[in-house]
């Protein structure tokens, strides 16, 4: 009896939190539509689920990893090495798009995997493997690109990053597909069951008999696949390949799901509450710019708010 008012109770908080969540954001939207006229247009909050889509599909790999009481510092490194990597590809050795933004995919995959084997095999905390990889993939990023820009990639690649079908950005429908593609696996599958296992007690999930390094090589894999994802979207929507893109992007993620009540011990939170998290950060930063606050000052901000939130 007492276990199970102890998983109602849980439940309950569990839902309290998701709530409070969607408070935080709907409040937002309400404090910048009284501040500014120009917020609820709908061509702004095209602009912000635009301005989101790619932590958003970088948090979701993120949210994978903090859910098994790990972590990735790597994914910003990742995404820009890999958007370089698809850019000079198609226009320096004439690759296909497809086959240059496939390959593009395959080594963040490649890389969330390396990620997965020095914290499995090599016994290294996460915070330290991902710590080490993130500068090995911003260092191989601007020798890559000798700290240049890459450009003249085509429509056929820019397409992804900043075009539309109809009113809806395409970087926002590819968002729209990885958040629900990971909310059915996590909810609805045998992995997603594992990770959160994993995270709750990793000890007591192996001696169930659950292949716990293996859970955690595919998880990393999906991380360092979905930074690789936000790399081509972020260098489609910039039309060029920067040295220097991604750079913070780690921590913008960490905090999106941080916010929407994913701990960094493992085991509780979701998806939803993930995503509900990047559009709190982009809907301040898209507030705060419509407000032309200087951007030293949102930095402050968002700080504070990410403190008073959780």
């Known amino acids: 009896m007492v276990a199970a008012l102890r998983s109602r109770l849980n439940a309950a908080l569990d839902l ?71 850019a000079g590809l198609i226009v320096w050795h004439g690759v296909p798009t497809a086959l240059a933004m496939a390959a593009a995919l395959l080594l963040g995959l490649a890389i969330g995997y390396l990620n ?46 900043s075009g539309s079908l109809g009113p809806i950005p395409v970087p926002v429908l590819v968002s729209a597909a990885v958040v629900v593609v990971a909310f059915v696996v996590l909810r609805g599958t045998r992995f ?27 998880v990393y894999g999906i991380s360092g696949f979905t930074a690789a994802l936000g790399g081509l979207l972020l260098t489609g929507r910039l039309w060029s390949a920067q040295p220097q893109a991604g750079v913070g992007l780690e921590l913008e993620a960490i905090a999106a799901a941080v916010l929407g009540g994913v701990s960094l011990f493992g085991g509780v939170g979701g998806i939803i509450g993930a995503v509900v998290g990047s559009l709190i950060i982009g809907v301040l930063g898209n507030g705060l710019n419509l407000m032309r606050v200087p951007s030293y000052h949102q930095q402050m901000t968002q700080g504070v708010l990410l403190i008073l939130a959780v």
């Open 16 to 86: 309290a939190r998701r709530g409070s969540v969607v408070v935080i954001l709907l409040a937002l939207m309400a404090v910048f539509a009284l501040l500014t006229d120009r917020f609820l247009t709908f061509s702004n909050l095209s602009n912000v689920l635009e301005q989101t889509a790619v932590v958003t599909v970088i948090t979701v790999g993120m949210t994978f990893t903090m859910l098994m009481a790990g972590i990735d510092l790597s994914v910003g490194s990742v995404a820009a090495f890999c958007g370089a990597i698809s």
């Open 116 to 161: 997965g084997l020095l914290i499995v095999y090599g016994k290294l905390p996460p915070f330290v493997a991902t710590l080490a990889t993130m500068g090995i993939a911003r260092g191989l990023t601007l020798v890559y690109t000798e700290g240049k820009p890459i450009s003249g990639m085509g429509e056929d690649y820019t397409f992804w990053g």
């Open 192 to 218: 997603g069951l594992h990770v959160y296992a994993i995270g709750g007690n990793e000890e007591t999930t192996r001696l169930a008999g659950v292949p716990v390094n293996r859970v955690k090589l595919l």
